[in-house]
Structure formats: structure tokens, C-alpha cells
């Protein structure tokens, strides 16, 4: 492996903050020049890692190199890095010209010391001292690692101090950026970012995405090795946001270096990006060009986040051939006989036609005109099925499906967890899976909050409220989570199904229970069932993780 | 015809105080500042004035103990109001009221108990006159250059400080490059509370040194209390003069800032 090409590194990058892992062992590896977009919901640790790269967090495991040297503790004043805040964080006390020249006044440019012979000047490298001491400090304050790990890390951080103690290097000397040196660069930058007519403007005079354009140039006029972009286009407007996604990458490709995005618009990632990074709960998901992220999902959360799609749970029935929609169809994906597996399919990708003429038939319950097509909900016997499509159809026209074998993306099924994308939550704050009402714990969706009399959830300073009811959710159990109750008649038993599915495996059963709509829950237990055995399903309300479709705000009461 | 409402009577009220307690005033003490006794105009108050080292005098002195109460409030508000404008510690309110309670009670009274303080530490007013109305003003002033700086710093962007160090600053220069640059409105205005009432105060230095530290404010008192109205009322102008000049100073700063400069 030929290290030299990556310009940044992240090995076994974990972050915790109180006790809780927000980063979890992150291995990541940038080109240099590439465009990289960390993709997400919410609190998935996308923003953690970004400001670890840029120094304003420090890894509590795990090494960060740039261009193979290890930067894992160096402030962010020390690093080639800059960064395009979120809300762009420019200084409202200086003008564009004197935002854009800050960090080039700062900087100081190294000149070699020579004797009167030419010879260089060798002197202890101060600097590396300290920063090795600093180092050491980190390691000895760290929580995280264990005693041995400690260890090990301190010795070799002490030899590495005798090193430098005992090499004298080239020394330098510096100097500060002229003036005119000053003026070229800054107006350099104004030119990428199209702003150089409005140098001797306040910054408060300027509208949000002119103060976005300043901010970037501020970043990339001190010549970073990386710059980091923290979702820069959220507060703008759709279409200015648009616009400014391409000329982002326009100036990617000009400048030439390294961009690292972070956004949890999946769009704007597939427009800019070289390489996405899914990530969900502080783990990557999938590394892969925006292409692939889209046709192969490597698992239904991806396909889920990555564009509008409808997954569906389905059996190989035989080779390259699928069941779902109780339907068997042929598929390009290859997986063993009788594995159960997760299938999507995009709403683009089915075409409509007249009734019996397709691989199935559904009725259409819904239609929404969008510009350029309509967007039909269609119901196959209880499951519904997003179909894009230019014709016009009448509503509760029973239609023809066609799904090409191409269009059927199989993935392999994450059996840890259940995940039920369209649950909601109820009028009593009940989480609503397969229509079955359980006990769920909702101030999960907000750190530190709380539930008041009235049933909205309050944050923590209690400055806002939010009512979820018909909010639509992502809930996940795990497997070991979920109770399988044998009276089915007791009030425990949330929802009835159908053992449909038992595989015996060394210790336990993992089983599958169908409900009459169609939805699994997929648990173990190590009780002996038989196939088709009714049983009742309970699940303990803290054991249920929930993810809000929408963004909180929304919901703000 | 009928008299409708209009939303501007409501200021009727105001006007009567204005003209009552601040125009007309101002037109006497201009009044009295230019005629003798006789009510014949003269310029013999001004001429007191300025050939008088003691009263000059007395200027200089309520000047410095000005700017050095001014920059000793500072020197002691500006951490108070930055650390209290940190999230992590403004949602305690007991911090915040400690500091704004002593505005609350009435300053005499606080001075007199401020005095007895002192003098039981061993800093009577006898004997050390400076030092105990010194000590006096900064407390009384101190929440006035609080409460400025603190409305200035919650609008700091904690981003803003990140963004600094991201630019290259070390700690330091994060704080005279990015900080202290963005709450000069609130130190301007912090400076203009402290610094006008200083130099006009009455019952601290009287009160505290015992009568034997004299400022501007005591000066025109005396003045009044020994019936030179005209000598009392040229003062006061010389007063308003400077209150005129350190407002057009400061309206310069502050409209750089397109008034950010918060009213306080």
C-alpha cells in the first residue's frame, strides 16, 4: 500500500464524549484532490470527525496522519487545515478585505538559517519538543485507553523526545507576509469566489450568500492542504444553494485540492462529491463514488438515506430469483438458496403499464404531480409501492408493474437489527410498527430531555416544545431485543404472527415472525418453535431506538 | 370636530417631564451661569472659573478619578461579563444575580454601609481618602460596565473564536484579534456609564472620605449651598460641555458599528 497518495488518514479513529462513543472506530483514507463528502443524519458523528481533522476535537483512540505524519494532538492553529463554518463565522468587526487577509497577517513563512559558509544552522527543534510534550500530556490525561495501551504510547513518545533532543535540525527564522504579497493573494481569493469588487465592504451589509463566498475565500486563500466545508449551504436557499453547489465544484477543480464536505442532504452530495461516506451512530455504513452509493446500497439504512426508495423483505426462492410482494422475479444478484435478504427498488425504476401485462398488479392510492412526474403510492395487497412515472393515471386505477431484473438491487440482511421505516408515533406517544402500538421512550430523539403532562417533549432548558404526534420514524430493535410471548391472547402480546422462518444456529433459534401485514420481526430465543406457530411479540420501550424522518424542528410546538 | 386618539398622545406625559425637569433647567443654569445677583449679564462666573486653581483643580482631579475608575471597573468587569456570557455558566442565574443585586438598593445606603466595611478593615476615609473613594466608585460602578459588556458578549459566535484559531490565532491572539476587537461597542458604552457619573458623583466621595476628597459633582454642590448660583451653574455647563463631547466621541466610535452599540 502506497501511503505517500493519501493526504489524510484516519486509523481506528474513535471519539467518546461522557461515555458515550460518538465516533466509532473511523478508518478512513483521503486522496489527495479528492472530493469526499461525510453523509448522515443527524448526530451521527459526521461533525465529530470533520472538527477532529480540523483540530477542534482530539481522538480519545486512534491516529489521524496527514501526509503520513502524525497530527493527532496539533491545534488547529497549527495545521494546513481551514475550515467553512456552518454559519460562516465571519468577524463583523472587519470588512471582506481584512476577513479574507486574517489568516494570511498571521502566518509566518520560514526562511533557512545559514552560517557566514552557507552551512545550515542546526539548532533542537523547539517546536517538535513541545508538541511530543503535548503529546505526552494527552496520553497521560486520556480515559479511554487502557493502562497497557498507555504505556506502550508513553514509551514510544519518549523515545521520540530523546530523538529530538539529541538531533539538532535546520533551524529557521521568520517572516511575516508583506503587504503587497497581502494584497495579490487576497484579491486572488475574491477572484475565485467572484466577489473582488466588494473588498471595502462590512461584512454586515452583505447577503448570506455573499458572506458564504467570503468565508470560503478566507479558508482557501491561506493555500490549506485540506479544506473542510461543515454543511456551508444550509442556511441558504434552495436555489442559491443549487447554484452553489456547483460552483463549489468548479472550485474544487480549480484549486486542486483536497475538499472534505459534510452535509446530511443526500442530493447535495450526489451532485459535488468524488466519494461519499454514509455514515449512521458514529459507523461508516459504506465508502463508494456517489454512483454506487445509489445503484448498490450495501444495506437498507443506505438505501433508505440515499434517495427515495422502497425496500422490501424478500427470500431467494432459487438461483437469481427473488420473492417479495408475494411475487417471485428475477434478479442479477447472486445469494444462496432461502437467504433472506433486503430488496430495493427505486421509484424511477418501475415502469407502469395496463393490468395483467406487468409482473404484478396494485392499485393506485395516491398520485403527486412534481414538475417533471407524477408520484404514485401504489398498494400490493397491504405493502406500498413508490412509482414514479410521466403518464397521468386516474386514482384507484388498478395498473401493471413492471420491475426489470436489473432494477432489483439485493442486499444482504442486517441481521442484528429490526429496522421498521414506516413506523410513526401516536396522538399517546406510542411508536406505531405494523399499526401495533408500543411503549417507546421519546426523549431518545433530544439529549436531556423530557416529556411534560400534555405529552410534548420538552428540551432541556425548556425553551422548546415538540408535538410528534403523526410523526414519521425509522425504529430499530435488536434482535435480542425483542420478547417472543406465548399466550397471544395476553395484553403483553403487542402484535400476533407467524413463526415463518426458524434457522437453528449452534446455541439458538433465529426466527422470523410475520404478521398478517406483512411485517417481520426477525428475534432469538433459545426455545424450541415450530414453523408456523402464532405468537405474540412485546418489545421493552427502552430497547426501541427512533429516528425522526424529518429534522426535529419541525415538529416545534 | 372631534378630538380622535392618536397613538402619539401617549407620549404627552414624557414631554411635560422633559420640559419640566430637563429644558428648563438647562435654560436656567444657562441663566444664572451669565448674570450676577442683580440679573445683569456678566461674565464673571467664567472668569472665576478659570482664574481659580482650586477649582481647576478640582476638574483635574474628578478627570483622573474618572478614567481610573473607568479602567479599574473594566480591568475587573471584563472577565466577569466574558465568563458570564459562556453558556456553561449563564443558565446559573445565583452567579448573574450576585452581580446585578447590589444595583437594586439604593446607593446611599450602600455607601454608607460600605464606609463602616472599610473602616472596620482598617481603610477609613480619614485616613486614607483616595483609596476609600476609589474603592467606593469601582463597586458602585462595577455592574454598570457588567451589564454592558455582558449584552455585547452573548452575541459572540463561539464559532467566531474557533474560526480565529482555525485562521492560525494562538490563545492569545484569539482574544486581540477576534474578542476584544468584537466588544468594543460594549466597552465604549461600559465607559461612557462609568466614566460621566464619576466625574459628577457626591455622596461617595463625601460620604467615604469624610469631605476631604472634593470632585466636580461636590465642588457645584458646595457652590449652591454657599448661594453662588452664578460660579454652581458655570460648572455645570462645564459639565454638560464635557457630557456633549464624550457623547460625540463615542457616536463616532459606535456608528463604525452601525449601531451594535447597545444602548446600555
Redesign the interface.
Known sequence: MDEKNYIIDLKNVSKIFDGVTVVDNFNLYVKKGEFITFLGPSGCGKSTTLRMIAGFEFPSKGEILLKGKDITNLPPNKRPINMVFQRYALFPHLDVYDNVAFGLRLKKIPIELKDENGNPILKINKEKVKQVKEDIRHTKRNKVLTNEEKENKLAELNEKLQHLLNNPEQAYKYRKLSNQEIDSKVARALKIVDLDSLEDRDISTLSGGQQQRVAIARAIVNEPEILLLDEPLGALDLKMRKDMQLELKEMHEKLGITFIYVTHDQEEALTMSDTIVVMKDGEIQQIGTPKMIYDEPKNAFVADFIGESNIFNATMIDKLKVRFLNTNFVCLDDYPLNEKVDVVVRPEDVVLTEVNKGHLNGIIKNRIFKGVNYEYTIMINKNELLVKDTKEYPLDKEVGLIIEPNSIHIMKKDFVTNIYTDAYISKDNKVCIDDAPFECNLTQLLPGSFIDEEGYLVSKDKKKKYNLTDALVVAEVDINDIEIIDNIDSDEAKVVGEIVDLVYKGDHYQLIVRTDNEEDFVCVTPYTYNLYDKVGININKDKIRLRLKKELSEYEA | MKLRFQRKYLCIPYFIFLILFVIIPILLIVYYAFTDSNGFFTFDALVNFFSSTNKLNVLLVSLLFGVLNTVICLIIGYPIAYILANKKYN?NYVIVMLFVMPMWINFVLRTGATRDVLSWIGLSGGEHPYLATMIGLVYNYLPFVILPLYSTMLKL?R??I?????????RY?VFT??IF??S?PGVISAAMMVFMPTMSSYVIPDVLSEGKVILFGNSIYLNYSNYQWGDGSFMALIMLLIVVISMLVTRNFSEK??G?ASTW
Open positions: 443558565s459566535d464559532s467566531q474557533e474560526a480565529a484559531i482555525d485562521l492560525g490565532c494562538n491572539q484579534k477576534s476587537p468584537q468594543i458599528d452601525e451594535k
